[in-house]
């Protein structure tokens, strides 16, 4: 993942609530299995360095299933429906990893794309609080006459963490 996104999602993380963190880890997954999709076909093109791109983005994939999995609430009928779907996802990513094939890649992309749209519209209706509260305040805008977004941050970093 690019520094651009990984700085995106910090930002992101850091002003979401708890249905924005869901949305979140879906796009997180999404742009994983595109990640290793691309570096699955440089390695077709020759390109070695593809292996080791490929079975980061799968991980990075995995990993940020596991996270979803550790969010459900398995005492409700959703939530195990829910683990049963992201199991089988899981599996895909493995089949995807031993064969190096794009398929199951993008059949979690267009599973996780269903989900991220769902939550989108729960994360429309939930006016929850963020969940990290001492983080600094940024504002993003337009600077004068060079056309491009930049982002300002506010706040005290000394006071940031626990304090003794």
């Given at each position: 993942?690019?520094?651009?996104?990984?700085?995106?999602?910090?930002?992101?993380?850091?002003?979401?609530?708890?249905?924005?963190?869901?949305t979140?880890?879906?796009?997180?997954?999404?742009d994983?299995?595109?990640e290793?999709?691309?570096?699955n076909?440089?390695?077709?093109?020759?390109?070695?360095?593809?292996?080791?791109?490929f079975?980061?983005?799968?991980?990075?994939?995995?990993?940020c299933i596991?996270?979803?999995?550790?969010?459900?609430h398995?005492?409700?009928?959703?939530?195990?429906?829910l683990?049963?779907?992201?199991?089988?996802?899981?599996?895909?990513?493995?089949?995807?990893?031993?064969?190096?094939?794009?398929?199951?890649l993008s059949?979690a992309?267009h599973?996780?794309?269903?989900?991220?749209?769902?939550?989108?519209?729960?994360?429309?209706?939930?006016?929850?609080?963020?969940l990290?509260?001492?983080v600094?305040?940024?504002?993003?805008?337009?600077?004068?006459?060079?056309?491009?977004?930049?982002?300002?941050?506010?706040?005290?970093?000394?006071?940031?963490?626990?304090?003794?």
């Amino acid at each position: 993942m690019s520094p651009e996104k990984k700085q995106d999602y910090t930002l992101r993380i850091t002003q979401a609530n708890k249905t924005a963190l869901i949305t979140i880890l879906y796009d997180m997954v999404i742009d994983y299995c595109e990640e290793a999709i691309t570096a699955n076909g440089a390695l077709e093109q020759g390109d070695e360095t593809g292996a080791e791109h490929f079975e980061r983005a799968i991980a990075a994939a995995d990993a940020c299933i596991d996270e979803l999995i550790g969010s459900l609430h398995l005492e409700h009928e959703l939530g195990r429906n829910l683990l049963g779907l992201y199991l089988f996802e899981k599996r895909q990513l493995l089949h995807a990893r031993i064969h190096g094939s794009d398929a199951e890649l993008s059949h979690a992309i267009h599973i996780f794309s269903a989900f991220r749209d769902a939550y989108r519209q729960l994360e429309m209706q939930d006016d929850s609080a963020p969940l990290m509260m001492n983080v600094p305040k940024v504002y993003a805008g337009m600077t004068y006459g060079r056309g491009e977004l930049t982002e300002d941050v506010t706040g005290a970093y000394a006071n940031r963490g626990f304090t003794a």
